[in-house]
């Protein structure tokens, strides 16, 4: 149940009132046993006052239906889904098997997004809560094997190896790539929107530094320790999700247009970024970066058609 360390009463019927909030989001109407019983052992595990809970789920209305996600409570007292069996358990791989490309699923959820550490640059902030449905997120970079099976060709700049990124691709190098993909897949496919590739980064929304933790040699290959080259994906440590190099190594293409100020508007349900602009968002720095810049509430931009000689992407797959 919930994870709960010296929080205050008034604290945890915050906490309580959150997860009912999230709850809520996914019905309407008469609430369901099921979930009140959920609800009512979560507000027991918090010691909340029988009357604050009545108060408080009587609040919101929950639909008479069979629900297949419920909110648990982080170490960092963020609320979050947990995924029942019913659909895909954290950490399940998904492989393409016309590629071979691994997938790994991203229970959605609620996060706070942005800079809650300190630091940083200015378009980091203000933080604000985000909810996020759950995703399919590459496992790894796209690699140049995985590049030569899509699109039946070498990329402009190949290395020749096992298992490296490409680099040298533009975000519109990587639309190519993933309407081949989408060949098949009725439009499953595409680039992670800033968000989605926040929260994926910090292990389902954590207060995490960078990709995995808060020592940068332990999961990036950065400017302190790459030898000034790119490196095969997956060497470093995975964070939380199992999701490999989402610090360092390569800088990833995300689906948004940038807006310097976005985070002052940005709405709170699925955002996907301004309607228009001049830049491309990126993310998570790269093997030529310094430890400030592979942060994972670092922001990065460029021309849709710029191909920097460290820029790379990962690919997401929708659930639905």
């Known amino acids: 149940m919930a994870i709960i360390l010296n929080i205050s009463p008034s604290e945890k019927l915050l906490?309580?009132?959150?997860?009912?909030?999230?709850?809520?989001k996914t019905h309407s109407g008469v609430m369901a046993n099921q979930v009140k019983q959920v609800l009512m052992q979560e507000a027991e595990?918090?010691?909340?006052?029988?009357?604050?809970v009545r108060r408080v789920l009587g609040m919101y209305s929950f639909a008479q239906e069979s629900w297949d996600?419920?909110?648990?409570?982080?170490?960092?007292?963020?609320?979050?889904?947990?995924?029942l069996p019913n659909q895909p358990e954290l950490g399940t791989y998904w492989r393409d098997l016309r590629?071979?490309?691994?997938?790994?699923?991203?229970?959605?959820?609620?996060?706070?997004?942005?800079?809650?550490?300190?630091?940083?640059?200015?378009?980091?902030?203000p933080v604000h809560e985000v909810?996020?449905?759950?995703?399919?997120?590459?496992?790894?970079?796209?690699t140049q094997e995985e590049w030569i099976k899509v699109m039946g060709s070498k990329p402009d700049y190949y290395k020749e190896g096992e298992r490296y990124p490409v680099e040298k691709v533009s975000w519109d190098d990587a639309q190519a790539f993933i309407a081949a993909l989408n060949a098949d897949e009725e439009s499953r496919f595409r680039l992670p929107t800033e968000a989605e590739w926040e929260y994926a980064a910090r292990s389902g929304g954590k207060r995490e530094e960078y990709a995995g933790g808060s020592d940068?040699?332990?999961?990036?290959?950065?400017?302190?320790?790459?030898?000034?080259?790119?490196?095969?994906?997956?060497?470093?440590?995975?964070?939380?999700?199992?999701?490999?190099?989402m610090s360092g190594n390569v800088l990833e293409w995300c689906q948004d247009w940038f807006q310097d100020e976005y985070y002052k508007k940005i709405p709170s349900s699925n955002p996907k970024g301004p309607?228009?602009?001049?830049?491309?968002?990126?993310?998570?720095?790269?093997?030529?970066?310094?430890?400030?810049?592979?942060?994972?509430?670092?922001?990065?931009?460029?021309e849709p058609d710029n191909r920097d000689f460290y820029t790379g992407f990962r690919v997401l797959r929708t659930s639905v």
């Open 275 to 302: 309607s228009d602009g001049t830049y491309r968002v990126l993310r998570g720095g790269s093997w030529d970066s310094a430890s400030n810049y592979i942060r994972a509430t670092a922001r990065n931009y460029w």
């Open 131 to 142: 909810s996020l449905n759950g995703f399919w997120l590459g496992r790894f970079p796209v």
């Open 45 to 52: 595990t918090l010691e909340l006052d029988p009357m604050d």
């Open 99 to 125: 590629t071979d490309m691994e997938f790994v699923w991203v229970p959605g959820g609620e996060f706070e997004m942005g800079n809650l550490l300190g630091g940083g640059f200015g378009n980091e902030k």
């Open 216 to 245: 940068p040699n332990l999961v990036a290959w950065y400017d302190q320790n790459s030898d000034g080259v790119v490196h095969p994906v997956g060497q470093k440590a995975p964070n939380g999700l199992g999701l490999y190099d």
């Open 69 to 83: 996600r419920w909110v648990t409570v982080t170490e960092h007292k963020l609320p979050r889904w947990r995924v």
């Open 15 to 24: 906490q309580f009132r959150a997860i009912v909030r999230v709850v809520a």
